[in-house]
């Protein structure tokens, strides 16, 4: 059984990660101290529900972290994400680690296809024919392959919002351990 104030950290560290949500949205930025805010709820929490256990929590986080920070390094994810992911790991149980991963990945696939869609979408209500406002081509219309390339205002390498799909992963994660 779980202690009420273990609970009150966790959720402590949920507003972090709601916070870190927001700017995320705001300027694809996860400021270091809202990164620092999930790390002491976490790790308070797992300090008052596993005892002298806990460090088997900060294992693991630095276990996600360590790859986590060469995709860093390479930009191929954000670094602030890279941070958040693995501080997330210790609002829960070691032995729930891999749930929380895998619900944090498929937020990210559902932001990420929601993106994806937003650019179809834009892409659709475009006038047929080329961007130059030319005659429409053969394979402009709606049931070609064409209509499935992101509209053309998108911007190359759009950054997605990730802390967003953290934020739901561990929600998810917590409200169905509760």
Known sequence: MMSSLA???????????????????????????????VIAAGGAARLLTAGPHAWLSLAIAGAVFAPLAVLAYRDLIGGGDAKMIPAATLLVEPSQTFGLLLAIAVAGGALSAFYWAKGIVGRSTAPAGDLAGGAPEPSSSPSSLAAFVPHPSAPAGVQLPYGVAILAGVAFTLLRLA
């Open 7 to 37: 609970l009150l950290f966790e959720g402590a560290g949920l507003a972090g990660l709601a916070l870190a949500a927001v700017t995320d949205l705001r300027s694809r930025l996860i400021p270091n101290t809202l990164v620092l805010w």
